[in-house]
Protein backbone atom coordinates (compact mmCIF):
# COMPACT_ATOMS: atom_id res chain seq x y z
CA UNK A 1 0.00 0.00 0.00
CA UNK A 2 1.84 3.34 -1.00
CA UNK A 3 1.45 6.51 1.38
CA UNK A 4 -1.59 8.89 0.40
CA UNK A 5 0.47 11.10 2.56
CA UNK A 6 1.46 14.88 0.72
CA UNK A 7 4.85 15.52 1.56
CA UNK A 8 5.51 17.45 3.76
CA UNK A 9 5.44 21.76 4.01
CA UNK A 10 9.60 21.27 5.56
CA UNK A 11 10.70 18.90 3.17
CA UNK A 12 13.06 19.78 0.27
CA UNK A 13 14.41 16.23 -0.87
CA UNK A 14 14.80 14.63 2.31
CA UNK A 15 16.37 18.37 3.68
CA UNK A 16 14.20 20.96 5.91
CA UNK A 17 13.26 23.28 3.67
CA UNK A 18 14.66 27.14 5.22
CA UNK A 19 11.39 28.80 5.96
CA UNK A 20 13.75 32.18 5.62
CA UNK A 21 16.52 32.40 4.08
CA UNK A 22 19.16 35.65 2.89
CA UNK A 23 19.57 36.36 -0.53
CA UNK A 24 22.80 35.77 -2.23
CA UNK A 25 23.67 39.87 -1.74
CA UNK A 26 23.50 39.85 1.93
CA UNK A 27 25.71 36.51 2.23
CA UNK A 28 27.87 38.25 0.16
CA UNK A 29 28.04 41.39 2.38
CA UNK A 30 28.36 39.15 5.49
CA UNK A 31 31.36 37.22 4.11
CA UNK A 32 32.86 40.46 3.13
CA UNK A 33 31.89 41.74 7.65
CA UNK A 34 33.89 38.79 8.58
CA UNK A 35 37.61 37.51 8.39
CA UNK A 36 37.72 34.07 9.52
CA UNK A 37 37.04 30.62 8.87
CA UNK A 38 37.98 27.13 8.49
CA UNK A 39 39.02 25.62 5.26
CA UNK A 40 38.37 21.80 4.33
CA UNK A 41 40.76 19.97 2.05
CA UNK A 42 41.97 16.54 1.06
CA UNK A 43 45.20 15.36 1.37
CA UNK A 44 47.54 13.12 -0.86
CA UNK A 45 45.59 10.07 0.83
CA UNK A 46 42.20 11.54 0.32
CA UNK A 47 41.76 11.76 3.86
CA UNK A 48 39.95 15.31 4.77
CA UNK A 49 41.86 17.88 6.48
CA UNK A 50 40.79 21.60 8.00
CA UNK A 51 42.81 24.49 8.82
CA UNK A 52 41.56 27.31 10.45
CA UNK A 53 41.81 30.68 7.93
CA UNK A 54 42.25 34.55 7.62
CA UNK A 55 40.92 35.87 4.61
CA UNK A 56 39.61 38.80 2.52
CA UNK A 57 36.74 38.99 -0.15
CA UNK A 58 37.41 40.60 -3.37
CA UNK A 59 35.00 40.70 -6.03
CA UNK A 60 33.11 36.70 -6.05
CA UNK A 61 36.17 35.50 -4.41
CA UNK A 62 37.83 34.75 -1.10
CA UNK A 63 41.66 35.14 -0.84
CA UNK A 64 44.00 33.61 1.88
CA UNK A 65 47.40 33.77 2.36
CA UNK A 66 49.63 31.49 3.61
CA UNK A 67 53.66 30.17 3.54
CA UNK A 68 53.74 28.29 0.15
CA UNK A 69 55.55 25.09 1.88
CA UNK A 70 52.38 25.03 3.95
CA UNK A 71 50.44 21.37 3.98
CA UNK A 72 47.02 23.31 2.97
CA UNK A 73 48.83 24.79 -0.25
CA UNK A 74 50.70 21.69 -0.87
CA UNK A 75 46.80 19.63 -1.22
CA UNK A 76 44.78 21.91 -2.62
CA UNK A 77 47.46 22.22 -5.52
CA UNK A 78 47.00 18.40 -6.16
CA UNK A 79 42.80 18.57 -5.24
CA UNK A 80 41.34 22.38 -5.61
CA UNK A 81 38.13 21.25 -4.22
CA UNK A 82 37.16 22.83 -1.06
CA UNK A 83 34.17 23.43 1.30
CA UNK A 84 34.81 26.47 4.10
CA UNK A 85 32.79 27.60 6.45
CA UNK A 86 32.94 30.94 8.02
CA UNK A 87 31.83 32.03 11.35
CA UNK A 88 30.19 35.72 11.79
CA UNK A 89 30.21 36.61 15.92
CA UNK A 90 26.96 37.75 17.33
CA UNK A 91 26.21 39.62 20.50
CA UNK A 92 23.08 40.93 22.33
CA UNK A 93 24.43 44.90 22.74
CA UNK A 94 25.12 45.84 26.73
CA UNK A 95 24.69 41.96 27.13
CA UNK A 96 27.86 40.62 26.40
CA UNK A 97 27.43 37.86 29.16
CA UNK A 98 24.70 36.20 27.14
CA UNK A 99 26.05 33.50 25.14
CA UNK A 100 24.69 33.65 21.84
CA UNK A 101 25.66 31.40 18.42
CA UNK A 102 27.96 32.57 15.54
CA UNK A 103 26.02 33.24 12.82
CA UNK A 104 27.95 30.93 9.65
CA UNK A 105 28.17 30.40 6.02
CA UNK A 106 29.41 26.99 4.66
CA UNK A 107 29.99 26.72 0.81
CA UNK A 108 31.60 24.06 -1.25
CA UNK A 109 34.14 25.40 -3.68
CA UNK A 110 37.12 26.07 -5.74
CA UNK A 111 40.52 26.64 -5.38
CA UNK A 112 43.42 27.68 -7.06
CA UNK A 113 47.33 28.83 -5.72
CA UNK A 114 48.40 31.98 -7.04
CA UNK A 115 51.61 34.03 -6.58
CA UNK A 116 51.81 37.43 -4.72
CA UNK A 117 52.39 39.09 -7.97
CA UNK A 118 49.17 37.91 -10.04
CA UNK A 119 46.76 39.75 -7.05
CA UNK A 120 46.25 43.64 -6.84
CA UNK A 121 48.56 45.12 -4.05
CA UNK A 122 45.45 46.75 -2.37
CA UNK A 123 43.96 43.27 -1.85
CA UNK A 124 47.46 41.87 -0.96
CA UNK A 125 47.72 44.31 1.91
CA UNK A 126 44.20 43.28 3.56
CA UNK A 127 45.63 39.54 4.23
CA UNK A 128 47.58 39.03 7.54
CA UNK A 129 51.17 38.35 5.35
CA UNK A 130 50.45 41.34 3.38
CA UNK A 131 51.68 43.31 6.08
CA UNK A 132 54.64 42.22 5.90
CA UNK A 133 56.91 43.67 3.07
CA UNK A 134 60.04 41.86 3.51
CA UNK A 135 61.28 40.32 0.52
CA UNK A 136 61.99 36.91 1.81
CA UNK A 137 58.27 36.67 3.33
CA UNK A 138 56.68 37.38 0.19
CA UNK A 139 58.92 34.89 -2.20
CA UNK A 140 57.76 32.46 0.61
CA UNK A 141 53.63 33.49 0.44
CA UNK A 142 51.07 31.96 -1.86
CA UNK A 143 47.75 32.91 -2.40
CA UNK A 144 44.59 30.98 -2.09
CA UNK A 145 41.72 31.83 -4.07
CA UNK A 146 38.69 30.10 -3.04
CA UNK A 147 35.65 30.51 -5.74
CA UNK A 148 32.07 29.22 -4.08
CA UNK A 149 29.93 27.03 -6.29
CA UNK A 150 26.15 25.95 -5.65
CA UNK A 151 24.74 26.83 -3.35
CA UNK A 152 25.20 28.67 0.61
CA UNK A 153 23.80 27.11 3.50
CA UNK A 154 23.68 29.87 5.95
CA UNK A 155 23.08 29.83 9.78
CA UNK A 156 21.73 33.34 11.31
CA UNK A 157 22.47 35.29 8.46
CA UNK A 158 20.59 38.74 7.61
CA UNK A 159 18.24 38.31 10.78
CA UNK A 160 17.57 39.41 14.16
CA UNK A 161 19.30 37.38 17.69
CA UNK A 162 15.71 36.54 18.70
CA UNK A 163 14.98 34.67 15.02
CA UNK A 164 17.79 32.53 15.49
CA UNK A 165 16.09 30.45 18.64
CA UNK A 166 13.54 29.26 15.96
CA UNK A 167 16.13 26.29 14.50
CA UNK A 168 13.81 26.38 11.38
CA UNK A 169 14.03 29.74 10.76
CA UNK A 170 17.58 30.09 11.28
CA UNK A 171 18.51 27.92 8.40
CA UNK A 172 18.47 29.10 4.56
CA UNK A 173 20.09 28.19 1.29
CA UNK A 174 20.94 30.89 -1.09
CA UNK A 175 22.80 30.53 -4.53
CA UNK A 176 26.77 31.52 -4.13
CA UNK A 177 26.47 33.40 -7.66
CA UNK A 178 29.34 32.64 -9.33
CA UNK A 179 28.24 30.63 -12.06
CA UNK A 180 30.33 32.55 -14.65
CA UNK A 181 33.25 32.82 -12.77
CA UNK A 182 36.63 30.53 -13.94
CA UNK A 183 39.86 30.46 -12.83
Same mark, same amino acid.
Given at each position: ?????????????????????ATTEQVW???????? +??????????? %? !??????? *? &??? #????????????????????????????????????PFIKVPA?????????????? +??????????? %? !??????? *? &??? #????????????????????????????????????????????
Amino acid at each position: MTNPRKPSAHSNQGRPRPLASATTEQVWAALDRGFF +GVLAFVNRDGH %P !RTAGVCY *A &VNG #RSLFISSDKEMWKVRHIAVNPNVSMTVTLPKRVPFLPFIKVPAATVTFRGEAEILDV +GDIDAALYERL %P !RGRDTDP *A &VVA #RTAIIRVIPRGEFVTYGIAMPITQMRKHEEAHGRTACGTEGEIF
